[in-house]
């Protein structure tokens, strides 16, 4: 792992991100609160002014240390999914952990507005707190992550085993669900969005695109949307700036063949997370803006 990917993704981790190709995170079950334990101490709580950022902070770190470190594992073990009974295990394993992070979006929802309506200092659109909003998109990031290599892929792209439409369908959920959240952050409210989203916005515009080529479709209304919040980001940090430049050009491309692109193919093959490729797109964003 390069300098810079080590350098982001300890900075995901320090937030609640311990995705596929990294073993930098362990998880240690004798210093985690269990979701379902939080959520009990929260709703016995009375929250006043200060204390709902605290709430949300715990709730995101059982996140990182109970759901998304359960995925990252589960993509670490080795699958031949061109057999049909190891594709079939998984699929079920997927589904699975699918499911469980579902059942914990219901009670994060439900916890968060049981907050909101507690404070005393209740604030409008308490729901569109930074942290809460990384939450959203990031539990969206890890659909994509656990199922995207199960949608279809472009033509040119051999994997030697067939898409599945309950993944298709949950990430194409994901990219929706992550658009319409961010789709409602106001341009004032950027500056204090953390720098960590530009990572899971870029996932799901990354599918998009790979996902509409694979359909020789047009790419979709939320893909522009991603785009210009990339932009307005990249005024701040630069990661955003080469995303969106990466996105451009992709869109630019669209109809060409990934042989005719100027973006590599590891950008088009879902087999590979962001996050495996972030040096690869880092170069080609540098070199587009030549």
């Known amino acids: 792992m390069s300098q810079v990917r080590k350098e982001?993704?300890?900075?995901?981790?320090?937030?609640?991100?311990?995705?596929?190709?990294?073993?930098?995170?362990?998880?240690?079950?004798?210093?985690?609160?269990?979701?379902?334990?939080?959520?009990?101490?929260?709703?016995?709580?009375?929250?006043?002014?200060?204390?709902?950022?605290?709430?949300?902070?715990?709730?995101?770190?059982?996140?990182?240390?109970e759901e998304l470190s359960v995925i990252r594992q589960f993509l670490e073990k080795p699958y031949d999914l061109t057999t049909l009974e190891q594709k079939l295990e998984w699929q079920t394993e997927a589904q699975r952990l699918d499911e469980r992070l579902t059942n914990w979006r219901e009670e994060f929802v439900a916890i968060v507005f049981r907050m909101i309506n507690a404070e005393r200092d209740h604030a409008p659109?308490?729901?569109?707190?930074?942290?809460?909003?990384?939450?959203?998109?990031?539990?969206?990031?890890?659909?994509?992550?656990?199922?995207?290599?199960?949608?279809?892929?472009?033509?040119?792209?051999?994997?030697?085993?067939e898409p599945w439409a309950f993944a298709t369908t949950r990430c194409v959920y994901a990219c929706e669900n992550l658009a319409a959240k961010v789709r409602r952050i106001r341009a004032d409210q950027l500056d204090s969005q953390t720098p960590h989203l530009i990572l899971p916005m870029f996932a799901a515009a990354r599918f998009y695109i790979a996902y509409s080529k694979a359909l020789d479709a047009d790419v979709p209304v939320n893909l522009h949307t991603l785009a210009f919040t990339l932009h307005i980001c990249g005024q701040h940090w630069p990661l955003a700036q080469q995303y969106e430049t990466i996105i451009r050009a992709a869109v630019a491309e669209h109809r060409s063949p990934i042989s005719q692109c100027v973006l590599p193919l590891e950008f088009y093959d879902l087999r590979y997370s962001t996050l495996e490729i972030l040096s690869l797109l880092q170069e080609t964003a540098q070199k587009l803006n030549l």
Do not use: D
């Open 8 to 65: 982001i993704w300890w900075s995901m981790c320090g937030t609640m991100s311990c995705f596929k190709g990294s073993a930098c995170y362990q998880y240690n079950p004798s210093k985690a609160f269990s979701f379902y334990r939080t959520i009990i101490l929260l709703k016995g709580a009375k929250h006043s002014s200060g204390t709902f950022l605290q709430s949300v902070k715990t709730l995101c770190t059982t996140l990182a240390m």
């Open 125 to 161: 659109r308490g729901e569109m707190e930074p942290l809460i909003t990384l939450v959203n998109c990031v539990l969206n990031m890890a659909i994509l992550v656990l199922l995207q290599q199960m949608a279809p892929f472009p033509q040119e792209i051999e994997r030697g085993y």
